[in-house]
């Protein structure tokens, strides 16, 4: 792949509250919502091509999805292109 979306990375956590500003808090907050549950699903193993996201939504996906595993979520990775999402197989 020759992509990289390292540029939508989360910086910090202003960078939330940028796209809260700019989208409407409410709008943003569901959007966070519908992704947190999103990645919940995903299975063990299981990895998620970024580039299937639509283009204007890429930056706010990879800001939530670096604002999910910020909490704790550790068992998810992105790429270091930013190009994936990786949910680590169980290592039972």
């Not at 970024?50 to 939530?64: A, D, G, N, V, Y």
Request: glycine share 4%.
């Amino acid at each position: 792949m020759d992509e990289d979306f390292s540029k939508y990375k989360m910086n910090s956590f202003s960078d939330i509250e940028k796209q809260k500003e700019l989208h409407g808090k409410q709008k943003v907050e569901a959007y966070i919502d519908k992704i947190y549950a999103w990645l919940l699903e995903m299975n063990p193993g299981q990895i998620f091509d970024i580039i299937r996201i639509p283009e204007k939504e890429r930056h706010i996906f990879i800001l939530t999805v670096c604002l999910f595993i910020s909490e704790n979520n550790y068992g998810y990775i992105l790429s270091n292109d930013y190009t994936q999402v990786i949910r680590k197989k169980n290592e039972d």
